[in-house]
């Protein structure tokens, strides 16, 4: 007897991670930025020419950088299709084949943009 094998299970992992990294990242990103507008981070501190090289121009800062948006393209999509679910919208194969697969070459892209 041959069980049919489901990408179910990998879509939901792929929305626990970026549901983690939301949830850990993001409020994060917002204290430094309400702490910097207060004056409490000097703003040299956040400079484009510090973050860009930090996040651009350091092998360290680029993974911080695909481990918080990679993760989070996953999340919102995977929250956005299921979403249609419970607003009655119940879109075929061909939607999730696009929704997902447009996650994938958008991944890939962030990933080639940010190491290249």
Not at 17 to 29: C, H, K, Q, Y
Request: a neutral charge; one cysteine or more.
């Amino acid at each position: 007897m041959s069980q049919k094998r489901h990408i179910e299970p990998l879509l939901w992992s792929l929305f626990g991670a970026g549901g983690t990294t939301i949830a850990l990242f993001f409020p994060a990103m917002i204290l430094v930025i309400l702490l910097s507008s207060l004056g409490v981070i000097p703003a040299e501190a956040l400079s484009y020419e510090r973050m860009s090289g930090f996040f651009l121009n350091n092998l360290i800062g680029q993974l911080a950088l695909l481990a918080v948006l990679v993760p989070s393209y996953w999340a919102c999509i995977h929250r956005i299709y299921h979403g249609s679910h419970d607003l009655g919208m119940h879109p075929g194969v061909g939607v999730k084949i696009l929704c997902y697969g447009g996650t994938l070459v958008l991944s890939i892209a962030t990933v080639i943009a940010v190491l290249v």
